[in-house]
T-cell receptor, first 115, second 111 residues
Framework: DTEVTQTPKHLVMGMTNKKSLKCEQH?????MYWYKQKAKKPPELMFV???????INESVPSRFSPECPNSSLLNLHLHALQPEDSALYLC??????????????FGPGTRLTVL | DAKTTQPTSMDCAEGRAANLPCNHS???????VYWYRQIHSQGPQYIIH???NNETNEMASLIITEDRKSSTLILPHATLRDTAVYYC????????????FGKGTTLSVSS
């Protein structure tokens, strides 16, 4: 199984809502990533977890809160978002963070719209 | 990580080879060249990577110049399903680093 799954596929939320994005992999990978992708732009790294600990936070606003409850799951909790946060949110995993030949597997993404 | 420069867009006829260039003139000796692609509305997909030797797999070939300042990704027989954004990424293979995407090349394959 080389699949990274993300739920939901689409999410529409208001600026006062609290919602969560979920990502799951069963490849035994110990590094998991969140990327944000605006239309016609490349993916931008947000967070990286390595062995269930937050390793990289690319100065992401606190209205985005990541969580890694176990080695297979990665959540992104959303609260008080702004319309400019509307984007495709991509999750990825790899055997470990960095190192030689470390292919990242990506999920299909969650399309988020903030009204 | 070294910066990469890619053409914004390229066209290719179906069945022909697609040659996608990437310039990475400031690459360091321990930096690898990675290629990923992103088909519309999907997550990025790994294609191939290399250090200094040419590499080939079932998807593509990677040709790296001897001075390592540029490389070319070759899709030998492009199909309509190869229409995607192709990202060339240069990175050090060491613990603690993640992929950083540049702007990429939009490849359009037409019949």
């Amino acid at each position: 199984d080389t699949e990274v799954t993300q739920t939901p596929k689409h999410l529409v939320m208001g600026m006062t809502n609290k919602k969560s994005l979920k990502c799951e992999q069963h490849m035994g990978h110990r590094a998991m990533y969140w990327y944000k992708q605006k239309a016609k732009k490349p993916p931008e790294l947000m967070f990286v977890y390595s062995y269930e600990k937050l390793s990289i936070n690319e100065s992401v606003p606190s209205r985005f809160s990541p969580e890694c409850p176990n080695s297979s799951l990665l959540n992104l909790h959303l609260h008080a978002l702004q319309p400019e946060d509307s984007a495709l949110y991509l999750c990825a995993s790899s055997q470990q963070l960095g190192g030689t030949y470390n292919e990242q597997f990506f999920g299909p993404g969650t399309r988020l719209t903030v009204l | 990580d070294a910066k990469t420069t890619q053409p914004t867009s390229m066209d290719c006829a179906e069945g022909r080879a697609a040659n996608l260039p990437c310039n990475h003139s400031t690459i360091s000796g321990n930096e690898y060249v990675y290629w990923y692609r992103q088909i519309h509305s999907q997550g990025p997909q790994y294609i191939i990577h290399g250090l200094k030797n040419n590499e080939t797999n079932e998807m593509a070939s990677l040709i790296i110049t001897e001075d390592r300042k540029s490389s070319t990704l070759i899709l030998p027989h492009a199909t309509l399903r190869d229409t995607a954004v192709y990202y060339c990424i240069v990175r050090v293979d060491q613990a603690g680093t993640a992929l950083i995407f540049g702007k990429g090349t939009t490849l359009s394959v037409s019949s």
